[in-house]
């Protein structure tokens, strides 16, 4: 091993494998050939609920290439009383054609097999289902607050109590009492769900677009009651994920249908089917209160959230949470409820809880310091907690007050005049906000295995997802680091649950459980292999499991934190509003990568742009249906929209990690809804509290909106 | 997806005998939008014929001084046409405002003209649509409807036309060429589309079995032509279909409107020619209060529903925009 002249984590690198990308040569789960393979179209439910009466399956078998059609009344049982890896029972959804019930719409009720994917999809189509239809319920609203009830699930404590919050909010100079309402919001990666499943000398293999292969595998090992080492999930190349691709009906149905058939099965969503199937973010209906002294400082912090899910599945938006680790206040009370109706099981969607729950805090934040005449980053500075507000708990590392302290200097705030509705360009009102954001830092265990080669050359394996994040290629900065040379000797395989267990990209916490598996086995080889001894042809492999260290990290508020700010101009004339410009500035840990990890910042905030101005999936009550479910109908930025998006970061290195990561997945994307809709305030005057703030909005909010 | 047969007609004559008359088959242009509703089911045509190869794709000066446009012009070479830039600015700019670069080189003015409407529920096999399914009803009236019409519909059928090329041709009173087994002929744009009422799912006058052949742009008041705009609002800055659209020229002597045209678009179920607003402006002094008094003539037939008000609004400051713009620019 040489020594490397400076550390290559905190140099750009463009991804390992890019050039496969660009050129087309990376083969994603959805394009890889295997022979005798036939392929699976899913038929989803036409009405909201009731119960399949008939399937016709008669006259789609005899449609040319016809093999099979799975439903409820043939297909192979499966079990759903397991604990999945997310250490909660599976979403009943993924245990498809079980039973006649339909909880919602675009439920799948059928999988028609064929030769070709063109005579499955037309067989499907065709295919005649007859319902009993009962009446539905799809209608969200923050009125249906009485019918809720708290709800932890997998999330973090539903309720959490600090102080007397009436007390505080009575002796308060000021007091902040609104309401905020997100829409149902989809994640569509530009790769479909895609999957083949086939069995192979006993085996279960299964070639997949997912997040995590371990995840898969404990799926789909627990649904078909097999022991996990039978069971192989790949994923090589995963055109995006952002916490949809997980396991979903597809991958059940082609394992079924792989048994049935006995030779491989691809089953590939489409974009519209994807809008039942693929998961999407519940709305949210929250409430803020915020009483302060009249200097800004907070006395008391509420925060309620309302959010929905299936009535097979409860899986909570836990928007309140956000409010947790960000401002000090003697009251804090912070809840999320949940209300169950006819509609697909919502799931994990990019900062689950932050992304909604920072529109509400960070607005109402803008509100506070309108009425207390304090500038907005000074607000938050007043605000500063030294412990965790609620736990009490030291923080690992807190960096919020350097981001608007950097954000501030380089977007130019100081300049800033606070009064709204004032700065007129042509046809445009044009205003600056700010916005603050947080996103837990974790780490889960992961295991690595590392391979000094005999030909000088080192393989990493580890079982990391590279969902479009840059993984791959920051573990190959992490390894050569750690190993002390250069990244055209480090090769890392990821992506097959074979080998062995790690955290799944998730929770912003995969790059950092990885790393921290990597840098042990590097550790670990470095102390194995003697100076100038000779490598066996075979190599020399160490492997590492972090269960035990990332268990002994010592309990701390640990978090990454962030700045947002925005630029917006707004016609009153046509209600369109635009970003001018954004800019970011981040305390998320070291950045390993810096080339990947301003991707992931930008991206994360042009998500926020969207959820500011575009995102909204319409749902149809009488139908219990989305209207327009496409990339057509569903709006998000296009190029247009994005103007200069800038992303920075300040230094802020983990002390407890021992790379110094935190994660960078999901920090990007809060606040930044926030940061938006302050600038369209401080532009027209208007507070926008409903999002996305689209020009009918604008066009007719008279007063506030 | 369901099998289809396929020829490609190589002229005229020849492409109407390959249609013959069959109400099973389509006319292949661009495909831009045929290609999208054959993949969701809502077209489910039996046969494609093919048109691109036919010599329709020319811009070319009309004998009486107008500008005759070829049925497979793509939107681009449209666009990009020096005349039509020159002569007609409100058309290129309404072009330029529809779809993306690679759509419109793909994209045609017959299919242009032709392309259904986005209503999600037209375009979602699993919903009733009177348009797509007659008679089977439209949620849009109860439901989801704030971008559908508030002129010209009825209770059975609330759907806009989604063309912005069809909104600047609107304004310049178009004019479009057919050819059909007996022989050519021609309808006024203003009579293309047919009126709603309870036959949604009959959208344009022409005979079947026809096939456009163009459009032609007359020569007249080309001085009001010339100075004209087209500005489209839509939920995001691109690749979106208007919420909102105004096509505008506008011919300003001494402070006097001599000459005004106005189509909307995003409103009803054709691009809607404002006649009311022209009439009460011709003559008018050329200034916001007059143009918002256009306007407001108009929109005086609007009958929003109760989640698309807002367009009458939007409609009334764009036209005060856009005239504004326009009289700025004729008073320089």
Not at chain 1, 47 to 71: F, K, N, Q, W, Y
Not at chain 1, 170 to 180: F, L, N
Not at chain 1, 572 to 593: C, H, K, Q, S, Y
Request: hydrophobic share 40%; charged share 20%.
């Amino acid at each position: 091993m040489t020594t490397a002249a400076k550390p290559l984590i905190g140099t750009a690198h463009p991804r390992v494998e890019g050039r496969d990308k660009v050129t087309g040569a990376a083969r994603y789960a959805g394009e890889i050939s295997f022979a005798g393979l036939a392929h699976g179209w899913l038929a989803l439910s036409t009405v909201a609920r009731g119960r399949v009466r008939e399937i016709d399956t008669e006259s789609v078998l005899s449609m040319p290439g016809v093999l099979t059609v799975l439903h409820h009344g043939n297909a192979p049982r499966v079990e759903t009383g397991y604990t999945s890896v997310l250490g909660v029972p599976p979403d009943p959804t993924v245990a498809v054609f079980q039973h006649d019930r339909v909880p919602h719409k675009g439920w799948p009720v059928a999988l028609v097999v064929a030769e070709t994917s063109e005579q499955a999809r037309e067989a499907a189509e065709s295919l005649v289902v007859r319902y009993d239809q009962e009446p539905h319920d799809v209608a969200f609203s923050a009125r249906r607050d009485a019918e809720a009830a708290p709800f932890d699930g997998h999330m973090p404590p539903a309720l959490v109590e600090k102080g007397d919050l009436e007390a505080e909010l009575a002796a308060s100079a000021v007091v902040i009492d609104a309401e905020y309402t997100t829409p149902e919001e989809y994640h569509n990666p530009m790769e479909p769900h895609a999957t083949t499943a086939r069995w192979e000398d006993g085996r279960l293999e299964v070639v997949d677009s997912n997040q995590g292969t371990n995840w898969v595998v404990g799926e789909l090992a627990g649904l078909f009651s097999l022991d996990p080492g039978s069971v192989r999930v790949r994923s090589e190349h995963v055109g995006g994920g952002f916490g949809s691709k997980g396991v979903r009906a597809h991958q059940v149905a082609a394992v079924m249908a792989a048994t049935v058939l006995r030779r491989p099965v691809r089953v590939v969503l489409t974009r519209r089917q994807m809008f039942s199937l693929a998961g999407h973010r519940s709305p949210t209906a929250q409430r803020i209160r915020l009483g302060a002294e009249a200097d800004g400082r907070l006395r008391a912090l509420e925060h309620r959230s309302l959010s929905r899910t299936s009535t097979v599945y409860d899986f909570i938006e836990p928007s309140a949470g956000a409010s947790r680790p960000m401002y000090a206040a003697d009251a804090h009370h912070t809840e999320n409820r949940l209300i169950r109706l006819d509609v697909p099981s919502p799931t994990w969607m990019r900062a689950p809880g932050e992304a909604p729950g920072s529109f509400a805090l960070e607005s109402a934040l803008d509100e506070l310091a309108e009425r207390c005449g304090v500038d907005p980053v000074e607000l938050r500075i007043r605000n500063e907690p030294a412990v965790g507000p609620v736990s009490g708990l030291p923080f690992g590392s807190r960096n919020l007050v350097g981001c608007f302290r950097e954000g501030a200097r380089r977007f130019g705030w100081a300049e800033r005049d606070p009064r709204p509705g004032i700065r007129r360009e042509g046809r445009w009102l044009l205003g600056t906000g700010t916005a603050a954001s947080s996103f837990p830092a974790m780490a889960m265990p992961s295991t690595a295995a590392l391979t000094a080669e005999a030909d000088g050359t080192f393989t990493v394996r580890i079982n990391a997802a590279d969902i479009g994040t840059g993984a791959r290629t920051a573990l190959t900065l992490v390894a050569a680091d750690a190993l002390e040379v250069p990244t055209e000797r480090v090769r890392v395989r990821i992506g097959d649950s074979d080998l062995g267990p790690a955290m799944f990209a998730g929770g912003s916490a995969g790059t950092r459980s990885w790393s921290w598996a990597v840098t042990a086995a590097a550790e670990e080889l470095r102390g194995s292999l003697l100076p100038g001894a000779t490598i066996p042809p075979e190599g020399v492999t160490v492997t590492s499991d972090t269960t035990e260290a990332v268990g002994a990290l010592a309990r701390r508020e640990r978090h990454s934190y962030g700045a947002q700010f925005a630029e917006v101009a707004v016609d009153p004339a046509t209600g369109e509003v635009r970003v001018r410009r954004m800019l970011g500035i981040f305390a998320a840990g070291r950045i390993v990568n810096p080339l990947t990890a301003r991707n992931q910042f930008v991206g994360g905030m042009t998500w926020g742009i969207s959820m500011a101005l575009h995102e909204e999936a319409v749902r149809d009550q009488a139908l219990g249906g989305l209207y327009g479910p496409d990339l057509a109908g569903y709006h998000f930025a296009a190029h247009a929209d994005i103007r200069n998006v800038e992303a920075g970061w300040v230094e802020d290195t983990d002390p407890d990690d021992p790379v110094g990561i935190k994660g960078i997945g999901e920090v990007g994307i809060v606040g930044a809804a926030a940061a938006v809709a302050n600038a369209v305030w401080h532009a027209t005057g208007v507070r926008h509290r409903h999002l996305p703030i689209r020009p009918d909005r604008v066009l007719t909010a008279g007063g506030d909106a | 997806m369901r099998e289809f047969g396929y020829r490609r007609a190589l002229d005229v004559p020849g492409a109407v005998a390959l249609l013959d008359g069959d109400p099973d088959a389509r006319f292949l242009g661009g495909g831009t939008n045929l290609v999208d509703l054959m993949k969701t089911g809502v077209e489910r045509p039996t046969r494609l014929v093919d048109i691109r190869e036919l010599p329709l794709d020319r811009v070319e000066p009309a004998e009486d001084g107008g500008l005759r446009i070829g049925a497979t012009v793509t939107n681009s070479d449209l666009a990009a046409h020096p005349e039509v830039r020159r002569r007609y600015p409100a058309l290129a700019q309404a072009v330029l405002a529809g779809a993306s670069g690679q759509l419109r080189n793909m994209a045609t003015v017959g299919g242009n003209l032709l392309q259904r409407t986005r209503c999600g529920y037209f375009g979602d096999v699993s919903s009733p649509c009177n348009k797509r399914d007659p008679g089977s009803g439209c949620p849009a009236v109860e439901g989801e409807h704030r971008n559908h019409a508030i002129l010209g519909a009825s209770a059975h059928c609330v759907a806009t036309h989604p063309s912005d090329m069809g909104v600047a041709l609107t304004a310049f009173d178009a004019r479009v060429t057919y050819e059909t087994a007996t022989g050519p002929g021609e309808i006024p744009l203003a009579d293309f589309y047919l009126p709603v009422e309870e036959t949604p799912h009959r959208e344009t006058a022409l005979p079947p079995g026809a096939l456009i052949t163009g459009v032609t742009l007359p020569p007249g008041a080309t001085a009001t032509a010339a100075n004209s705009c087209y500005r489209k609002v839509r939920e995001r800055a691109s690749y979106a279909f208007a919420i909102g659209s105004v096509a505008a020229a506008l011919d300003v002597r001494d402070g006097t409107v001599r000459d005004v045209r106005l189509a909307f678009g995003a409103v009803a179920s054709r691009p809607w020619r404002a006649h009311a607003a022209e009439r009460a402006l011709t003559g008018a002094p050329a200034d916001a209060e007059h143009f918002a008094a256009a306007a407001d003539a108009e929109l005086a037939a609007a009958r929003p529903l109760p989640h698309n008000g807002y367009k009458v609004t939007l409609m009334r400051n764009l036209v005060v925009a856009c005239l504004s713009e326009l009289a700025e620019e004729a008073a320089r």
